[in-house]
């Protein structure tokens, strides 16, 4: 797979993307930040094909990971779950923050695609997500398939679960061949991603709007 086949099957970030914008202001802010998300993805997609097709776009996207980790470390807070205890989620913050800057900046890996981080947080994401999914199944058994967090989550687990283990063999991978189709699959999965995004955000419920009497 080429870079352009690469750019058209990252630009299914487009289905929610435009769903989040159309939806932003009807659903509660709680889900603001996956919206944020998002669209900081289609930029990224577009940065790095558009400025960087011809050198490698290490720069750009490791600082998008970071900001990935922060906006969903977000999200989750703001689903009360696991992450509703502050001091856990500061935490958290504190210490994805200081791994990426030790690595990407202590270490020089800035430009550089480095396994470390992009290993970490992904589990992390993946263990926050079980969790979510965990407190849902137990305590809001009503109508969980079209439940938007029960989704997110879902597509959090799979897709982050491959983005493991595909920075784990990528670098013991016998063959480019191999490596090519290890990223072949993780772009038909991306485009599954973002479907599921998509479905999620259409079964948002509108927030509710108060009238003071």
């Not at 094909?49 to 050198?55: D, E």
Request: with cysteine; glycine share 2%.
């Amino acid at each position: 797979m080429n870079k352009y086949q690469a750019f058209l099957f990252s630009l299914s970030i487009l289905a929610p993307a435009i769903t989040g914008v159309i939806r932003y202001r009807t659903i509660p802010v709680s889900y603001h930040p996956i919206i944020y998300l998002l669209l900081l993805g289609l930029a990224n997609e577009l940065t790095c094909y558009f400025f960087f097709y011809n050198s490698s776009n290490a720069l750009p996207t490791n600082i998008y990971f970071l900001c990935e980790f922060l906006l969903f470390a977000w999200q989750f807070h703001n689903w009360k779950n696991i992450l509703r205890i502050r001091w856990l989620y500061a935490l958290l913050i504190t210490g994805m923050v200081t791994l990426w800057v030790a690595e990407n900046i202590v270490l020089g890996k800035l430009l550089l695609f480095s396994p470390v981080f992009q290993v970490t947080y992904s589990l992390a994401l993946v263990l926050l997500a079980i969790n979510q999914l965990s407190w849902l199944v137990v305590n809001d058994k009503s109508r969980i398939i079209t439940n938007p967090v029960f989704i997110i989550s879902i597509a959090v687990i799979i897709f982050f679960s491959y983005k493991v283990l595909t920075e784990i063999f990528y670098y013991y991978a016998a063959t480019d061949s191999i490596k090519n189709n290890i990223f072949v699959i993780e772009s038909y999965l991306n485009v599954g991603y973002n479907i599921m995004l998509t479905i999620a955000i259409i079964c948002i419920p509108p927030k509710r709007n108060f009238i003071q009497l």
